[in-house]
């Protein structure tokens, strides 16, 4: 079963022919979410979405529980020593498998819980963030959010203390002159929020000129905030990419043996090489320069 949602190989057919069933269904959903919210377009072909909806869910749900039961037999899981029992609630826990569990759960959750079906269905819209597991980029900027998440979590949290602080400001200054649009702090937060991103709407200004001039001194900080999460997405992605290529150089590494290529490594190589999101130039070069370490190395053994 892993070998169906696992590649097992580079050329693995079942695997592709799954993948390629898998993003078409997605892709469906999404269209049909988007169509039904045509109001003609839904009555005229209620019940068609209705059982197209029925079928996704049990394919869904089908992959979900496969999925779960079959991590135990991939490589990640493979290594580690614990329980198949534990090595389930570990993959449960998994991003992935969240963004599985969402993309089915508000359907069954329509049976427990009497309200709009309309609000349920705009939680199908999450099923496009199963496409995630078909890219490899996606995979990596959630690993990068993941290792990431306290360095981001302390940036926003500064953003907020600023944005909030701003906001009491400029509360301050300008609630007399402009009581419709800073009656109060939490009104004020909009424009704060408006201002520190950068985005600068222009529906809420300051007026006065104590306002202009902390606005101004607002907006240049903003500049400078916006761009700290951008920078530690962009530090964390290099990272997790420069990782990547190290384990695969490593693997590359243990390949070599007395300077020359042990063929039986290479499906295990293939199979990280696409698991890691290295291309197959990178791939090239990294295997003629192994080569050719691994030759001087024997030469100079040899002298």
Not at 56 to 74: G, K, L, M, P
Request: glycine letters at 4%.
């Amino acid at each position: 079963m892993a070998k169906l949602l696992e590649p097992s190989s580079e050329h693995d057919k079942r695997y592709l022919w799954v993948d390629i069933l898998l993003i078409v269904l997605i892709g469906l959903n999404i269209i049909a979410l988007i169509l039904q919210s045509i109001e003609p377009i839904e009555q005229l072909y209620y019940w068609h979405f209705f059982y197209f909806e029925l079928f996704s869910i049990a394919i869904f749900t089908v992959e979900y529980i496969a999925r779960i039961w079959s991590c135990v037999d991939t490589l990640p899981y493979q290594q580690q020593t614990d329980s198949n029992l534990q090595k389930r609630l570990r993959y449960i826990r998994s991003p992935l498998a969240v963004i599985d569990l969402l993309a089915i759960l508000p359907f069954y959750l329509g049976f427990f819980i009497q309200t709009d079906l309309r609000y349920l269905r705009v939680f199908r819209l999450l099923r496009v963030f199963k496409l995630s597991r078909y890219s490899r980029a996606m995979q990596l900027l959630l690993n990068v959010f993941k290792e990431e998440r306290y360095s981001l979590f302390a940036a926003f949290s500064v953003l907020f203390i600023i944005m909030l602080v701003a906001a009491c400001a400029m509360y301050t200054l300008e609630k007399d002159i402009q009581p419709e649009n800073f009656s109060s702090i939490p009104q004020a937060m909009w424009w704060s929020l408006v201002t520190l991103t950068t985005v600068g709407y222009g529906d809420v200004t300051p007026i006065t000129g104590l306002g202009r001039l902390f606005g101004g001194l607002i907006t240049i900080v903003g500049i400078g905030m916006v761009a700290l999460p951008a920078g530690i997405l962009a530090s964390g992605f290099s990272e997790q990419l420069s990782r990547r290529r190290q384990f695969y150089q490593l693997a590359l590494d243990q390949a070599f043996q007395d300077g020359k290529f042990d063929v039986a490594a290479e499906p295990l190589l293939q199979r990280l090489r696409a698991e890691l999101g290295v291309s197959h130039t990178e791939a090239a070069i990294l295997r003629e320069l192994m080569e050719k370490r691994h030759q001087a190395l024997q030469f100079h053994v040899k002298k």
